[in-house]
């Protein structure tokens, strides 16, 4: 059996449609299945056995004997959630029940870890272990993902083989439930939809010109296949970035967008808001130098392949991974 946390969300739902794919049915899906607008992420999946996350620990202990492999990719990911407690609770404590568990019996884990831990990038975008205590995440997300991080490198007890995932801007199918949180593409694509336009920040920062802010967009499917390569690789334990290693513009991404629905480029600018500006990050670009060291040779996506697939086989049909 394969357990996926947080089966129901966008990278877990297509986690798990691509295990089906690849012929593997034993999946245990752990989530807070109350939440039914992510219900039909789950929709058409084959899937042993659903478990509600509050019981999930009385169900491991029950059941560990056969279980494979664990894949975490369950947390609250709201960067405007300040409440602490919330993110205590669902990405330190849980997280560190997990790590527990499979410690105690023996199973593999891989585990959603962001590059919300980089901050402003003061450091660099560097998956050095070294340097993970002095990061200084801008939001409680950020710092609970990071608190994380470096409890699991100071532990003694380490599972037999774990890999902590830095995932980047992910975009791509089953992000249909994630409201303001969702991908910017998917929020061009609704909006040139609905207005033929798209609206970007304006540039904030005498560095970079209006819409030229950078990111590093990972096409879901390429996140996936990491995963899937970490599951059966089970050595070279330790925190790994997770991006696409090249930063693109916003405006690349708009202007992709608007090719890919056949339709004429309008961007306006409007300003940044107030209350974000100064925590705005004008540049990100994960250093994929380690996972390649360890053997992964798969190329990722473009930015333009990925767009594209996204919106004529995903969005314009409305279709889940």
């Given at each position: 059996m394969i357990i996926v946390t947080g089966a129901a969300g966008f990278i877990g739902s297509g986690l798990i449609g691509t295990l089906n794919q690849q012929g593997f049915k034993s999946i245990i899906a752990v989530d807070d299945f109350s939440q039914i607008q992510k219900a039909e992420n789950l929709e058409g999946k084959t899937i042993q056995e659903r478990v509600e996350r509050e019981i999930f620990f009385e169900w491991l202990d029950k059941n560990y004997r056969d279980v494979e492999f664990i894949f975490h990719i369950?947390?609250?990911?709201?960067t405007t959630e300040f409440d602490k407690s919330i993110f205590d609770k669902l990405n330190v404590n849980f997280s560190k029940d997990i790590w527990k568990g499979c410690v105690k019996y023996q199973?593999?884990?891989?585990?959603?870890?962001?590059?919300?831990?980089?901050?402003?990038?003061e450091l660099g975008y560097d998956d050095n272990e070294a340097v993970?205590?002095?990061?200084?995440?801008?939001n409680p997300y950020g710092d609970s993902k990071n608190d994380f991080d470096i409890w699991a490198l100071q532990q003694e007890e380490k599972p037999f083989f774990w890999a902590g995932l830095k995932f980047f801007n992910v975009y791509g199918p089953n992000e249909y439930h994630k409201a303001r949180m969702a991908s910017v593409i998917f929020h061009a694509f609704n909006q040139i939809k609905a207005t033929e336009k798209m609206k970007l920040f304006r540039s904030h920062h005498p560095d970079f010109k209006d819409g030229e802010q950078m990111r590093d967009f990972i096409y879901v499917k390429d996140l996936i296949d990491v995963c899937?390569?970490?599951?059966?690789?089970?050595k070279d334990s330790g925190i790994y970035n997770l991006g696409s290693g090249q930063a693109r513009t916003f405006k690349d991404l708009v202007l992709n967008t608007f090719n890919a629905m056949d339709k004429e480029p309008v961007i306006e600018f409007i300003d940044t808001p107030a209350d974000i500006r100064d925590k705005y990050q004008y540049f990100t670009e994960a250093n994929m130098a380690k996972l390649r060291s360890i053997g992964y040779d798969k190329a990722f996506h473009t930015l333009e392949e990925g767009v594209e697939d996204y919106v004529k086989n995903y969005l314009m049909g409305?279709?889940?991974l």
């Amino acid at each position: 059996m394969i357990i996926v946390t947080g089966a129901a969300g966008f990278i877990g739902s297509g986690l798990i449609g691509t295990l089906n794919q690849q012929g593997f049915k034993s999946i245990i899906a752990v989530d807070d299945f109350s939440q039914i607008q992510k219900a039909e992420n789950l929709e058409g999946k084959t899937i042993q056995e659903r478990v509600e996350r509050e019981i999930f620990f009385e169900w491991l202990d029950k059941n560990y004997r056969d279980v494979e492999f664990i894949f975490h990719i369950g947390a609250r990911t709201d960067t405007t959630e300040f409440d602490k407690s919330i993110f205590d609770k669902l990405n330190v404590n849980f997280s560190k029940d997990i790590w527990k568990g499979c410690v105690k019996y023996q199973l593999p884990l891989v585990y959603a870890s962001s590059a919300a831990t980089y901050g402003l990038g003061e450091l660099g975008y560097d998956d050095n272990e070294a340097v993970i205590s002095q990061l200084k995440p801008l939001n409680p997300y950020g710092d609970s993902k990071n608190d994380f991080d470096i409890w699991a490198l100071q532990q003694e007890e380490k599972p037999f083989f774990w890999a902590g995932l830095k995932f980047f801007n992910v975009y791509g199918p089953n992000e249909y439930h994630k409201a303001r949180m969702a991908s910017v593409i998917f929020h061009a694509f609704n909006q040139i939809k609905a207005t033929e336009k798209m609206k970007l920040f304006r540039s904030h920062h005498p560095d970079f010109k209006d819409g030229e802010q950078m990111r590093d967009f990972i096409y879901v499917k390429d996140l996936i296949d990491v995963c899937l390569f970490f599951m059966r690789h089970r050595k070279d334990s330790g925190i790994y970035n997770l991006g696409s290693g090249q930063a693109r513009t916003f405006k690349d991404l708009v202007l992709n967008t608007f090719n890919a629905m056949d339709k004429e480029p309008v961007i306006e600018f409007i300003d940044t808001p107030a209350d974000i500006r100064d925590k705005y990050q004008y540049f990100t670009e994960a250093n994929m130098a380690k996972l390649r060291s360890i053997g992964y040779d798969k190329a990722f996506h473009t930015l333009e392949e990925g767009v594209e697939d996204y919106v004529k086989n995903y969005l314009m049909g409305h279709k889940y991974l």
